[in-house]
C-alpha cells in the first residue's frame, strides 16, 4: 500500500517514519522546502529517542520519501493522513485553516478513491468539515456528482507522548478509528495490520466519537495530574506525603498509578492545548465542562505556587542567582512549548533573580526565549555559586547527581526538587534547605 502524510511535523513524522517501518510505501508531505531537503539527509527537525534510526533506514531502502508535491503523493496514495498543526487561536479554539487548505489541495487531486484520514487533533465536526470542502471541490471543479463515493474521511487520532513515541506508534493502548464506510474501516484496519497481529485493541466507531476521544483522554489526564498537584497542596500544609497519597490511590485499579506525579503542572503542546479548546468545543454547544475548567485553572496556579515558593524561601530573590536544571516540558525531549521552566523563569526574572540553566537537549529552544540567561555545560557548572538549585524536569542525569558536590558549589544551600526525585530526609541530613512537592 502506498500513503502520504501532510505535515511532517511532530506527529505526522513519527506517523509516516513507522508506518515505513510496517513495510508500507510511504510519502510525507510539507510545504517547507528546507525542511524537506534536511529531512532527505536525514535531518530530523527535532529530537526523539529512536526516530532518526527509522527514517534513515526506510528512506534508504525505498520506504519512505520526501517531497513538496502533494499532487503526485496523492495521486499515487491510497491514504492520505492530514497531520498539520491546528494551533490555538486567541479564544483557546484550534485554528483550522491549514486542515482547510491542505483539504482543498487534496481535491485538486483526487482522480481514483482515497481514504482521507485527520491525525491532527482537531475539534469535533472536522472530519465533518473536510467532507464538505473536498465534495464540494469535486463537484466544481471535475463536475463529479458522486463525489462522496470517491473518497471517504476517516477520524485516527495519535495518542503519542513526546519521548516514547516510537514506542507508543508501535505498542499502543488502542487503535481509534472513527469512520463511516466499511470501506475506510477495512483498508484502515489493513494498514495497522501489524498492529492486529499484536492484539492492540481496535476502537471502531464514528468520526465524531473518534474526534472527541482524543480531547476527552488528554483532557482526563491533565485532571489527573492537576488532581495530584492540588493535593500536594494540601499535603503540604496538613503535613502528608502526597507520594504515598497517590500510591495509595493507584493501587486502586479503578484510579491507576499513572499520572498521579506531583509537579509543577502540565505542559506540552498538547495537555494546555487540548483542554482549553475542548472546552471551546463544549462552550459553542452550551454544554459547561466545570471539571476540565478546573483542571485548567489548577494547572495555571500550581505555577505561581511553586514560583512564589521559591521566591519566599529565599526572602529577597532580587540579585540572588537560581541554576535551573530542565527546561523542555518533560523529559527526552527538546520540545519547551508551555513548559512549567519558561513560566518559572519569566516569573523569577520578574522579580530580579539571574538564572544559570542548563538542559541535555532543550537550551537551543530556550535561547530564542531567553536569549540573555546564562546557559552551563552540565549540572554542576548551573549550580556554581548559585543561590539556589531549581530542578524542573525529571532528566535521569539529575535524578543521581552528586549532592555533596552541590553543595560545596552552591552559595546558599536551597534545594527545590519540583518533580520529588529525591528523599527529604536524606538531603536534610545533607545539610540542604530542600523543598519539593506535597511532602
Ligand atoms: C500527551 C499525551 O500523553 C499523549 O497521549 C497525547 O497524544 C499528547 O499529549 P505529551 O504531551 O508528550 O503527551 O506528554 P505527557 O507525557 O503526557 O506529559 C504531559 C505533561 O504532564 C508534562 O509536562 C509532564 O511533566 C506532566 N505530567 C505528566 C505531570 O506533571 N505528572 C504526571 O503524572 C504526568
Same mark, same amino acid.
Given at each position: 500500500?502506498? !500513503? ?31 525542511? !524537506? ?19 534513515? =533506514?526506510?528512506?534508504? &531502502? ?68 473536510? =467532507? ?74 464514528? !468520526? ?188 535521569? &542525569?539529575? =535524578? ?5 558536590? !552541590? ?33
Amino acid at each position: 500500500m502506498h !500513503i502520504t502524510i501532510i505535515g511532517t511535523g511532530y506527529v505526522g513524522l513519527v506517523t509516516g517514519a513507522c508506518f515505513s517501518e510496517f513495510g508500507v510505501f510511504v510519502t510525507c508531505v510539507d510545504k517547507d522546502k528546507n525542511k !524537506i531537503e534536511s529531512l532527505k539527509n536525514g535531518t530530523i527537525p527535532f529530537y526523539e529517542p529512536g526516530l532518526e534510526d527509522i527514517v534513515k =533506514r526506510n528512506f534508504k &531502502q525505498g520506504r519512505l520519501k520526501f517531497s513538496t508535491d502533494i499532487g503526485e503523493a496523492v495521486e499515487e496514495s491510497l491514504v492520505i493522513f492530514i497531520a498539520v498543526g491546528t494551533p490555538p487561536r486567541g479564544d483557546g479554539s484550534a485554528d483550522l485553516s491549514y486542515v482547510d487548505n491542505v483539504a482543498e489541495e487534496i481535491a485538486n487531486h483526487i482522480k481514483s478513491y482515497k481514504v482521507i484520514v485527520t491525525k491532527s487533533t482537531v475539534p469535533v465536526g472536522t472530519g465533518e468539515r473536510i =467532507r464538505k470542502i473536498i465534495s464540494e471541490h469535486l463537484q466544481q471543479t471535475q463536475a463529479i456528482n458522486t463525489a462522496d463515493n470517491l473518497f471517504d474521511v476517516v477520524s485516527n487520532p495519535e495518542f503519542l507522548r513526546e519521548g516514547a513515541a516510537i514506542e507508543d506508534f508501535m505498542r499502543p493502548n488502542r487503535v481509534v478509528i472513527g469512520a463511516e464506510s466499511q470501506q475506510a474501516i477495512a483498508i484502515m484496519k489493513d494498514l495497522y495490520r501489524p498492529l492486529y497481529l499484536i492484539e492492540t485493541p481496535f476502537v471502531i466507531t464514528n !468520526i465524531k466519537t473518534a474526534e472527541l476521544i482524543k480531547y476527552a483522554s488528554n483532557s482526563f489526564l491533565a485532571t489527573k495530574i492537576s488532581f495530584i498537584n492540588e493535593m500536594a497542596n494540601l499535603c503540604e500544609k496538613v503535613g502528608a506525603d502526597v507520594n504515598v497519597v497517590a500510591k495509595g490511590m493507584g493501587l486502586d485499579r479503578r484510579i491507576g498509578p499513572k499520572f498521579l506525579h506531583a509537579g509543577p503542572g502540565f505542559g506540552g503542546s498538547c495537555f494546555p492545548k487540548d483542554t482549553k479548546a475542548l472546552l471551546r468545543i463544549a462552550s459553542e454547544h452550551n454544554v459547561e465542562l466545570g471539571i476540565v475548567d478546573a483542571a485548567i485553572r489548577a494547572n495555571e496556579r500550581q505555577i505561581t505556587v511553586v514560583s512564589e515558593k521559591i521566591k519566599t524561601m529565599l526572602n529577597d530573590i532580587k540579585g540572588k542567582t537560581i541554576a535551573i536544571l530542565g527546561l523542555s516540558f518533560k523529559p527526552n525531549t527538546d520540545d519547551i512549548r508551555e513548559a512549567p521552566a519558561i513560566s518559572i523563569i519569566k516569573n523569577l526574572l520578574n522579580a530580579g533573580a539571574n538564572i544559570r540553566a542548563y538542559d541535555p537537549v532543550a537550551m537551543e529552544n530556550t535561547k530564542i526565549v531567553f536569549p540573555d540567561i546564562t546557559y552551563c555545560k552540565d549540572a554542576y557548572d548551573a549550580c556554581s555559586s548559585a543561590d539556589a538549585v531549581v530542578i524542573i524536569t525529571e532528566w535521569n &542525569q539529575f =535524578r543521581n547527581l552528586d549532592l555533596e558536590r !552541590i553543595m560545596k558549589l552552591l552559595k546558599q544551600p536551597y534545594f527545590f526538587d519540583l518533580r520529588n526525585i529525591y528523599e527529604p530526609q536524606k538531603m536534610k541530613a545533607l545539610g540542604f534547605n530542600y523543598y519539593s512537592i506535597g511532602r
